[in-house]
């Protein structure tokens, strides 16, 4: 498996927050100061403040030291769902390697989604828990996910204890997200928690739905400015 090509230094910015084109991409300030290991990293210098850096900070392989193409190959075995073990295998990767890629390559992740994921246009929004656990069934875990009914994106994922902490940080911090979030439909499981934080979480009234000749809908709450 080919190493993925080199971005240009167009694309790539100054990370510098203190630098004044910080964050900002093509302006030509970017030089290579030096290559260096195996996989040619470049080692960057802006122009603009003299900071020096390698290419690969504030990406998911910062401070990886095994070859990329090989770290790669064990973030898209992940990707798919493949075990820690299976992974270790099909990458000839330390097991120990694959886990503590798999921290970095998470930890990165939540970083991305909390930066892109913001001021989402979502009209209804399905909430719900499902029960597992870690390493061995004697750690139990509660994951609750909330997801655009519509696009299937996950908006919000929270792990622990299922307590009212769960619900709450599930809630409000999936509400921080939403560009609307006094006009949509939520779409939980039924646990009472939802009923009783929505309009702390949302800023408006619960307001379930009415019943029909079919008998009562699932569970859901309209929040709109109006009411």
Not at 57 to 75: D, F, H, N, Q, S
Not at 87 to 101: A, E, F, G, K, P
Request: net charge positive.
């Amino acid at each position: 498996m080919p190493a993925s090509p080199r971005l240009p230094l167009s694309a790539l910015a100054c990370v510098n927050s203190s630098c004044e084109v910080y964050g900002q991409a093509g302006k030509e300030n970017l030089i290579v100061r030096k290559v260096y290991g195996k996989d040619n990293i470049r080692y960057l210098r802006c122009r603009c403040c003299g900071e020096e850096v390698s290419e690969r900070k504030g990406t998911a392989l910062w401070y990886t030291k095994i070859p990329e193409e090989r770290a790669i190959a064990v973030g898209r075995q992940l990707a798919e769902g493949t075990s820690l073990k299976g992974t270790s295998r099909l990458t000839h990767s330390h097991r120990d390697t694959v886990r503590r890629l798999t921290r970095k390559f998470g930890e990165h992740a939540e970083r991305f989604h909390h930066q892109k994921a913001q001021q989402l246009d979502i009209e209804v929004l399905e909430m719900d828990e499902r029960h597992g656990f870690v390493a061995s069934k004697a750690d139990q875990c509660w994951d609750a996910v909330a997801i655009d009914a519509a696009s299937k994106f996950i908006v919000q994922v929270e792990v622990g204890p299922r307590t009212q902490s769960l619900f709450e940080r599930l809630m409000y911090r999936s509400a921080a997200r939403l560009a609307h979030p006094q006009d949509l439909v939520l779409m939980p499981d039924g646990d009472a928690c939802y009923r009783t934080l929505f309009p702390i979480g949302f800023g408006v009234p619960y307001l379930p739905p009415a019943a029909t000749h079919w008998g009562a809908l699932p569970l859901c709450a309209t929040a709109s400015p109006e009411h």
